[in-house]
T-cell receptor, first 121, second 113 residues
Framework: GAGVSQTPSNKVTEKGKYVELRCDPISGHTALYWYRQSLGQGPEFLIYFQGTGAADDSGLPNDRFFAVRPEGSVSTLKIQRTERGDSAMYLC???????????????????FGPGTRLTVT | KQEVTQIPAALSVPEGENLVLNCSFTDSAIYNLQWFRQDPGKGLTSLLLIQSSQREQTSGRLNASLDKSSGRSTLYIAASQPGDSATYLCAVLTQGGSEKLVFGKGTKLTVNP
């Protein structure tokens, strides 16, 4: 089956502009995660969704960053008034997550997409 | 706060050599530990996941071990090949509410023909 997909693969924007990054999780995965990776570093957590709601947004660096997942599937990471320091690889992941029927987590294993390389000039 | 450290930061070996990559973490209360591979400019490919109750996992030439009490994991690669050249990342999922992975900075492996 299809894996996690992210669009665009590359995005170049000017300082001060607004950008949206999209993530399509694996079908049936209820949990979705956003991470940011700077050059030479490991990925750092930004936010994760269980269904439509943000379960933990403690990694968002400031109020210029916002993410939504209105129907519990596709998610969009939105960055306002971009700065050069926002340049990084943005990674999305999904997992089976919480089963509302059984009340248990199906699996914590996270599957990553190819990422979006954001460059702010 | 969970912290993950990977040693060495970079490693260069001749083809055919067996090698070990190290990962340590500060909080032993984890659900699992994952090893990933990342090629330059690409996303992450999951290699192995070890649950907290497990001691090791194997996939082909890869073997990952976990010593939760000491906060350590190793990734063993047998008979290395040039195609193994990549950055290897270790990540842990800590107990306590959030499902975020905490990553190390990775080990950049170069296998020379």
């Amino acid at each position: 089956g299809a894996g996690v997909s992210q669009t665009p693969s590359n995005k170049v924007t000017e300082k001060g502009k607004y950008v949206e990054l999209r993530c399509d999780p694996i079908s049936g995965h209820t949990a979705l995660y956003w991470y940011r990776q700077s050059l030479g570093q490991g990925p750092e957590f930004l936010i994760y969704f269980q269904g439509t709601g943000a379960a933990d947004d403690s990694g968002l660096p400031n109020d210029r960053f916002f993410a939504v997942r209105p129907e519990g599937s596709v998610s969009t990471l939105k960055i306002q008034r971009t700065e050069r320091g926002d340049s990084a690889m943005y990674l999305c992941a999904s997992s089976l997550g919480y089963d509302w029927t059984s009340g248990r987590v199906n699996s914590y294993e996270q599957y990553f997409g190819p990422g979006t390389r954001l460059t702010v000039t | 706060k969970q912290e993950v450290t990977q040693i060495p930061a970079a490693l260069s070996v001749p083809e055919g050599e067996n090698l070990v990559l190290n990962c340590s973490f500060t909080d032993s209360a984890i659900y699992n530990l994952q090893w990933f591979r990342q090629d330059p400019g690409k996303g992450l490919t999951s290699l192995l996941l070890i649950q907290s109750s497990q001691r090791e996992q194997t996939s082909g030439r890869l073997n990952a071990s976990l010593d939760k009490s000491s906060g350590r994991s190793t990734l063993y690669i047998a008979a290395s090949q040039p195609g193994d050249s990549a950055t290897y990342l270790c990540a842990v999922l800590t107990q306590g509410g959030s499902e975020k992975l905490v990553f190390g900075k990775g080990t950049k492996l170069t296998v020379n023909p």
